[in-house]
């Protein structure tokens, strides 16, 4: 278990309204991403941290804000979401697996845009 | 870019063998092999690095070919727990952030 929790779990909106999904870690990692999932296309990163204040835009950012004030917590804005942006949205943080870094996931949020 | 992972579906019955491969177009320093039941999270199952050796878990092993820049994932005596999608996250040598690119997912069915 890395100590990484996501919420909310689910959520159902509509289309062209502003959505938050807060990741939080309890394990003080340096490295933080947002990663969407869809059918065919497996995780592609969204955006990442590496540190408090510190992101950087993955390959499929269009559309997505991301803000990290806290080690903690790295949050996943969508400004006005749209039907493209219905996925299952995974954060992972970076630790250590068998003695060198690897990425642990949290359990995901299932997001329906209507 | 992405690496491309084959097969993209197999099924199996309990006790038979399984390989799934992972190919990269880039130099890659690592290789993770992930397995993910259905609407669960991705699971870690290990990691190859470059220069290492070829590594094992259980009756689930892995090696990394560095000249093809292709992994694969060893499944031998599969059970039915084996079942679900993996995936391969490749780690270019020029990437930097410890950032993974992941494959497309192969789906393993194991039937009784």
């Known amino acids: 278990d890395a100590g990484i929790t996501q919420s909310p779990r689910h959520k159902v909106t509509e289309t062209g309204t502003p959505v938050t999904l807060r990741c939080h870690q309890t394990?003080?990692?340096?490295?933080m991403y947002w990663y969407r999932q869809d059918p065919g296309h497996g995780l592609r990163l969204i955006h990442y941290?590496?540190?408090?204040?510190?992101?950087d835009k993955g390959e499929v950012s269009d559309g997505y804000s991301v803000s990290r004030s806290k080690t903690e917590d790295f949050l996943l804005t969508l400004e006005s979401a749209t039907s493209s942006q219905t996925s299952v949205y995974f954060c992972?943080?970076?630790?250590?697996?068998?003695?060198?870094?690897?990425?642990?996931f949290g359990p995901g949020t299932r997001l329906t845009v209507l | 870019q992405q690496p491309v992972q084959s097969p993209q579906a197999v099924i199996l019955r309990e006790g038979e063998d399984a390989v799934i491969n992972c190919s990269s177009s880039?130099?890659?320093?690592?290789v993770h092999w992930y397995r993910q039941k259905h609407g669960e999270a991705p699971v870690f199952l290990m990691i190859?690095?470059?220069?290492?050796e070829q590594k094992g878990h259980d009756k689930i092993s892995a090696s990394f070919n560095e000249k093809k820049q292709q992994s694969s994932l060893y499944l031998t005596a599969s059970q039915l727990s084996y079942s679900g999608t993996y995936f391969c996250?490749?780690?270019?040598?020029?990437?930097?952030?410890?950032?993974?690119?992941f494959g497309q997912g192969t789906r393993l069915t194991i039937n009784p």
């Open positions: 992972a943080i970076s630790g250590q697996g068998q003695g060198v870094s690897t990425q642990y």
């Open positions: 394990e003080n990692h340096r490295y």
């Open positions: 941290s590496y540190g408090v204040k510190d992101t």
């Open positions: 880039k130099a890659l320093y690592s």
């Open positions: 190859l690095l470059k220069g290492g």
């Open positions: 996250g490749t780690e270019p040598i020029i990437q930097g952030a410890q950032k993974l690119v």
